[in-house]
C-alpha cells in the first residue's frame, strides 16, 4: 500500500509540477519535488528541515559562483551533491530526544534540498516556495481523495 502511495504521489506530483510550470511559468521546486513534499505534509519540521538545507545549499552555490563561472548543468551538479552531503549530514547531526517529542528537522530524502536550491538561483525564493507549497497541497488533497483519506 505504501509502495502504492508513493507512486501515485510522484507521479501526480510530475503532472501538478508539468501543468504550474507550463501554464503558470513557475516550476514547483523540481519535477518530483511536490509529490515527496506532499507525502511530508504531515511532518512540518521535515519539511522546515529541507527548506534549511536548501537554503544553505544555495547559499553555497551563490558563493561559489561568486569565484567561478557556475551554470547550466555545472550548477544543477553541484546544488544536488551540496544538497546531498547537508542533507545526509542533517540525518547524521540532528540532535533527538531534546523532549518528550523527537525533534525531527532532517531533510527530505536527498536530492530535493539540491533540486529546490537549484530552482532558488533560478526563479527566486519566495516564487518557488509558494508554488512547491500550492503544488504540494494540490497532490496531497488528490491522494486524500484517491485512498479514502488512508496515507
Known amino acids: 500500500m505504501i509502495d502504492t502511495i508513493v507512486q501515485a504521489a510522484v507521479g501526480m506530483g510530475v503532472i501538478i509540477s508539468l501543468m504550474f510550470s507550463e ?7 523540481g519535477i518530483v519535488v511536490p509529490g515527496y513534499i506532499a507525502l511530508y505534509l504531515d511532518k512540518p519540521l521535515q519539511i522546515l528541515g529541507t527548506l534549511v ?4 545549499t544555495w547559499g553555497i552555490i551563490r558563493v561559489i559562483s561568486n569565484f567561478t563561472l557556475l551554470f547550466g548543468k555545472r550548477r544543477m551538479v553541484l546544488s544536488i551533491l551540496i544538497g546531498f552531503i ?16 523527537q525533534l525531527q528537522m532532517q531533510s527530505i530524502g536527498y536530492i530535493i534540498p539540491g533540486l529546490i536550491a537549484n530552482w532558488f538561483e533560478r526563479q527566486g525564493f519566495w516564487k518557488t516556495v509558494s508554488s512547491m507549497g500550492i ?7 488528490a491522494l486524500m481523495v484517491i485512498f479514502n483519506g488512508e496515507l
Request: charged share 10%; hydrophobic share 65%; net charge positive.
Open 53 to 56: 538545507i536548501s537554503l544553505l
Open 86 to 101: 547537508l542533507g545526509w549530514a542533517s540525518r547524521i547531526l540532528v540532535v533527538q530526544d531534546i523532549t518528550i517529542h
Open 23 to 29: 501554464l503558470l511559468g513557475a516550476s514547483a521546486g
Open 135 to 141: 503544488a504540494a497541497i494540490v497532490v496531497r488533497l
